[in-house]
């Protein structure tokens, strides 16, 4: 299995919601990423967890909440999330140790 | 600063005109970089690591290349199916990547 899974691909909520993004890969990978990307820009890291350990925290703000219950899972909990907050939410893994990421396809995040 | 820079941002080519893709850097302990391909609304899909000046990677048309501050995506005799967002990635010491901001590019039958 050389996939990282993202669900759901499309999410639609309102400012006043909670909602979690989940993502699962099993290829061993140590180390999980969440990034954010807004249209025609880079994506841009969130949160990094290294053996499930939370390792980087970009200065997201706390209505992100992220959560690694194992080696295999990363969610990402939403909570009074604004509409500037609409963008394509990527999970990646990888080892940890001079390795591209591999990246799921993505939530497309929009909030009302 | 660590700064990674891609040009042009755009570029429109005919089918079967090469062309070549540019990143610029400036890091402290380069660890890799990386090439990525990225369609609307997809994650991005990875194609090559490079890790030393001089290092060239190559998958059907396209040819990836490094010197000590630049890497460069050529594209031979591209196919409209090639077009897409080309992202740089490097990564530094530490656990994380520094992207550029992409070339999309679009290949014109």
């Known amino acids: 299995d050389t996939e990282v899974t993202q669900t759901p691909k499309h999410l639609v909520m309102g400012m006043t919601n909670k909602k979690s993004l989940k993502c699962e890969q099993h290829m061993g990978h140590r180390a999980m990423y969440w990034y954010k990307q807004k249209a025609k820009k880079p994506p841009e890291l969130m949160f990094v967890y290294s053996y499930e350990k939370l390792s980087i925290n970009e200065s997201v703000p706390s209505r992100f909440s992220p959560e690694c219950p194992n080696s295999s899972l990363l969610n990402l909990h939403l909570h009074a999330l604004q509409p500037e907050d609409s963008a394509l939410y990527l999970c990646a893994s990888s080892p940890l140790e001079n390795y591209g990421y591999t990246f799921g396809s993505g939530t497309r995040l929009t909030v009302v | ?109």
């Open chain 2, 1 to 109: 600063e660590d700064q990674v820079t891609q040009s042009p941002e755009a570029l429109r080519l005919q089918e079967g005109e090469s062309s070549s893709l540019n990143c610029s850097y400036t890091v402290s302990g380069l660890r890799g970089l990386f090439w990525y391909r990225q369609d609307p609304g997809k994650g991005p899909e990875f194609l090559f690591t490079l890790y030393s000046a001089g290092e060239e990677k190559e998958k059907e048309r396209l040819k990836a290349t490094l010197t000590k501050k630049e890497s460069f995506l050529h594209i031979t005799a591209p196919k409209p199916e090639d077009s897409a967002t080309y992202l740089c990635a490097v990564r530094i010491t530490g656990n994380q990547f520094y992207f550029g901001t992409g070339t999309s590019l679009t290949v014109i039958p």
